[in-house]
């Protein structure tokens, strides 16, 4: 198969003095998204050559913890959404949506 199209994703990570973030902002413009602001990335890369993932999390100092704990369990809920549609194993799916209902329930997310 030959490349039709390139499309980018650009994080902008601004820093203090001590190289921690202060500001996230991101650009997809094939998606619409124009420097929108954020407060925490998270960014897997598989390493097919090593067979490991190379990550990336960050997050600006005014990220409040409430709300690292919620992204936390979204992110959680859309591995296993993702895993199941890659797999098509459902019922480590559902495992993994079991532990996300036990993760926000003794985060106290669900009201």
């Known amino acids: 198969m ?4 390139n499309s980018e ?4 990570i601004g820093l203090d003095e001590n190289k921690v973030p202060e500001a996230i902002s991101w650009t ?3 998606g619409g998204i ?3 602001t954020s407060k925490a990335v998270m960014i897997s890369v598989w390493d097919h050559k090593k067979k490991d993932t190379l990550r990336m ?3 600006t100092k005014d990220m ?6 919620q992204f936390y369990h979204q992110t959680l809920v859309s591995m296993a959404d993702t895993f199941e549609r890659a797999t098509d194993d459902q019922k480590m799916s ?3 949506r079991d532990f996300c209902d ?5 985060l106290e997310l669900k009201k």
């Not at 994703?9 to 902008?12: C, G, H, Q």
């Not at 036990?102 to 003794?106: L, S």
């Open 102 to 106: 036990y993760f926000a329930e003794k």
């Open 94 to 96: 559902a495992t993994m």
């Open 9 to 12: 994703v650009k994080f902008k």
């Open 57 to 59: 999390d960050l997050w």
């Open 2 to 5: 030959a490349v039709k199209h």
């Open 64 to 69: 409040p913890v409430d709300e690292m704990k």
């Open 28 to 30: 997809a413009k094939d």
């Open 34 to 36: 124009d420097k929108e």
